[in-house]
């Protein structure tokens, strides 16, 4: 098949802030296979945190092109991982691969991906909304931009996330969940725990670090929220050492590095027990889209990075009630959009932690 790799860049509308970074831009890449004259498109989203950037994926892709150009998308599993083995970590880069091919398949045989894999939109759950890090009286502000979304994901881990959760559960009649990406130490945790139970959170993510899962798995005991693992969860082997440590585990596309990987943690994680989240990056309707048609599958959605841009450059994905669905045309059933929104402006910022705990492979 012939790979063509463009990059391109999207705006958050507001600056998106988490316990580590904040960003006004996200530089993101297209990904197109296109065999027998049909095309299938794929997005790779890059985190910094992962050791991730628009460059690696560049990279990364450039160092892949003769695998995959050898490969086929109809044999998209054994790509997978034959492209894993040759170049592990680089998930962003390694997914959008993943998402064209599926993409390919699903134009090729007519059918809309969610159908290839057995599963039926009607299953899908409500997707949470993010309320990034703000002045807390701005985060609950916020909350009327949220009108028909079913739960709030609040991002937590910062001085005053207290005060802004509390304004906010004031403000919303949804179900919140927290996010403090790995911002709390166990003390303080255990204590914003408490508020949280108070004020009826329905999950908690990642509230310590990655490396952290004694602390995870005393915060489990200690309260009856139940404690997701997004930071400390990236491929099916984390879970593992996760079970019987965190309730669930916060699936990401970007992180697994392949539709077929992310399929592996659902299942592995049904298998022990777990409780199974289907989260995103910022991203565009397209990488929104592979996400949307596994969703299916899970028990929490959190796809809304393509709801948080002003400039989503595809279209293809409905919000109906609250819910997320995938197209019902083929592959991921995604077309770029017709025209524009102005998305950002303003001063650029892109600051981001990177990789401490988990290196650039
Ligand atoms: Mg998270």
């Not at 065999?35 to 628009?54: D, L, M, N």
């Not at 108070?198 to 908690?204: A, F, M, R, S, T």
């Not at 399929?263 to 199974?276: S, T």
């Amino acid at each position: 098949m012939k790979l063509r790799v463009v990059p391109f860049r999207i705006h958050p509308r507001h600056a998106f802030t988490i316990a580590r970074s904040s960003h006004t831009w996200y530089d993101n890449v297209r990904v197109e296979v296109e065999e027998e004259g049909i095309t299938g498109f794929g997005e790779a989203a890059p985190s910094a945190f992962y050791g991730e950037t628009q460059g690696t994926v560049l990279a990364a892709l450039e160092a892949l092109r003769p695998a995959i150009e050898e490969g086929h998308p109809d044999e998209v599993r054994a790509l997978e991982g034959a492209l894993e083995r040759r170049l592990g970590g680089n998930g962003a880069a390694r997914s959008a691969v993943s998402a064209a091919c599926h993409d390919w398949r699903g134009k090729r045989y007519g059918a809309p991906l969610h159908r290839l894999l057995g599963a039926g939109i009607a299953t899908i759950p409500p997707t949470s909304f993010t309320i990034a890090i703000a002045a807390p009286a701005e985060m609950a502000a916020r909350v009327a931009e949220a009108g028909e979304f079913r739960r709030l994901k609040v991002k937590m881990g910062f001085e005053g996330d207290e005060e802004a959760i509390r304004r906010i559960a004031q403000v919303s009649d949804v179900p919140l969940r927290v996010d403090a990406n790995a911002g709390w130490t166990r003390s303080s945790a255990l204590r914003k725990l408490d508020l949280l139970e108070e004020l009826g959170v329905e999950l908690v993510e990642q509230p310590l670090p990655a490396a952290d899962l004694e602390g995870l798995a005393a915060l489990r005991d200690a309260s009856s929220i139940p404690v997701i693992a997004d930071e400390s969860c990236v491929t099916a082997r984390d879970l593992a050492r996760l079970a019987g440590v965190v309730d669930g585990v916060n699936v990401k596309l970007a992180k697994a590095g392949s539709i077929g990987e992310a399929l592996r943690i659902i299942e592995g994680a049904r298998a022990l027990g777990m409780l199974v989240m289907l989260g995103c990056m910022i991203e565009s309707t397209l990488g929104i889209s592979a996400a949307a048609h596994l969703s299916p599958l899970v028990d929490y959605v959190d796809l809304d990075g393509h709801l948080l841009i002003g400039d989503d450059p595809f279209t293809g994905l409905r919000l109906v009630d609250g819910c997320v669905l995938p197209s019902g045309e083929p592959g991921l059933g995604v077309r770029p959009a017709d025209s524009r929104e102005d998305g950002g402006g303003g001063e650029d910022i892109h600051v981001e932690e990177a990789g401490k705990e988990r290196g650039r492979p």
